[in-house]
């Protein structure tokens, strides 16, 4: 189970589905990344700074449903931050990468967006899923 917390409140998150879904796999192991840590930015345009909307771990599946409700989702740049180093630290193997961000724009939020990231200790990849 994720557990997300933003300025709204959790249970109206939770009762809503997510615009934005993200899938993360071990790709080493072949399993899903299950308790990674990671957040949810979006780049406020006039001060060109990054504003928190979200944090979560990702569940058994390695995901991490109700990151953002639909009214949230406004057109603009966004980034998951996936918090890798301390995942493979956790299982006791060093890692290349601290952390890995993937930046995105989006300008249709009322369609759906998937993001998986599939990840080893020296290497990972995303892409738009549906």
Not at 2 to 26: D, G, Y
Not at 46 to 66: E, Y
Request: aromatic share 14%.
């Amino acid at each position: 189970r994720c557990f997300c917390f933003t300025l709204m409140h959790f249970s109206q998150i939770m009762a809503e589905s997510s615009p934005l879904t993200t899938h993360v796999l071990n790709a080493t192991d072949g399993v899903p990344a299950a308790r990674m840590a990671l957040s949810l930015h979006q780049l406020d345009s006039k001060l060109m700074i990054w504003a928190m909307l979200s944090v979560g771990t990702t569940n058994q599946d390695g995901r991490c449903p109700g990151l953002i409700n639909q009214e949230a989702f406004t057109p603009g740049m966004y980034k998951l931050r996936f918090e890798t180093g301390s995942y493979w630290e956790g299982l006791g193997q060093p890692s290349f990468y601290p952390y890995v961000e993937v930046v995105f724009t989006i300008s249709e939020p009322e369609q759906r967006f998937h993001i998986p990231l599939l990840m080893s200790r020296f290497s990972y990849s995303t892409y738009r899923g549906s």
